[in-house]
């Protein structure tokens, strides 16, 4: 059975970081490329940012890009979302998906993050 | 970057009901659609990807259709089940969602 387990998710002030991390089980991992998208409260879902499955190539939304960095660690089959300089609009549920032909078509439960003072 | 609206944004419906969401792209992504169901609190469900193949699983009342910028989900009976949030998603390029279709118990 596919798993994805999301966590890292907190309370953070504006300008501090956190890192999340996705935790995967049940399929090949090291075959997948991976994503991570979030959802503001009662907002829609946005796309942040994908991996490849060997870990070289990375892409990041606009709005993360330059403050967030997506790395996967293929021995401990997990991916990481590490998020700097964290904005009050970065304030989400994150969540991890797999790729599957560039449609999504495993979700993790979702991390949530807080930035506030 | 590829825009998504969906319409309407909120639908009341009975169950049973036949119920059609519409998503449209900005410019032309092909047949590059997925469809999701998400309900509270939990992480969006794949339906359908590539515009009408539904994923291993999702009943049958599910189906979808569209190419180019016009694209639609239809529910053909509703079930209390199927009261959810549901978003369309471009995969032609990089990535977008459109802003959601709430279903809800008329």
């Known amino acids: 059975e596919v798993q994805l387990v999301e966590s890292g998710g907190g309370l953070v002030q504006p300008g501090g970081s956190l890192r999340l991390s996705c935790a995967a089980s049940?399929?090949?991992?090291?075959?997948?490329?991976m994503h991570w998208v979030r959802q503001a409260p009662g907002k829609g879902l946005v796309w942040v940012s994908r991996?490849?499955?060997?870990?070289?190539?990375?892409t990041y939304a606009d709005s993360v890009k330059g403050r967030f960095t997506i790395s996967r660690d293929t021995a401990k089959n997990t991916v990481y979302l590490q998020m700097n300089s964290l904005r009050a609009e970065d304030t989400a549920v994150y969540y991890c998906?797999?790729?599957?032909?560039?449609?999504?078509?495993?979700w993790g439960q979702g991390t949530l993050v807080t930035v506030s003072s | 970057d590829i825009q998504m609206t969906q319409s309407p944004s909120i639908q009341s419906a009975s169950v049973g009901d036949r119920v059609t969401i519409t998503c449209r792209a900005s410019?032309?992504?092909?047949?590059?659609l997925a469809w999701y169901q998400q309900k509270p609190g939990k992480a969006p469900k794949l339906l359908i990807y590539?515009?009408?193949t539904l994923e291993s699983g999702v009943p049958s009342r599910f189906s979808g259709s569209g190419s180019g910028t016009e694209f639609t989900l239809t529910i053909s009976s509703l079930q209390p089940d199927d009261f959810a949030t549901y978003y369309c998603?471009?995969?032609?390029?990089?990535?977008?969602f459109g802003q959601g279709t709430k279903l809800e118990i008329k």
């Open positions: 998603q471009q995969y032609d390029s990089y990535y977008s």
């Open positions: 590539k515009a009408s």
């Open positions: 991996i490849s499955s060997d870990g070289s190539s990375t």
């Open positions: 049940g399929f090949t991992f090291r075959s997948y490329w």
């Open positions: 998906a797999r790729d599957y032909s560039n449609y999504f078509d495993f």
């Open positions: 410019q032309s992504i092909s047949t590059w």
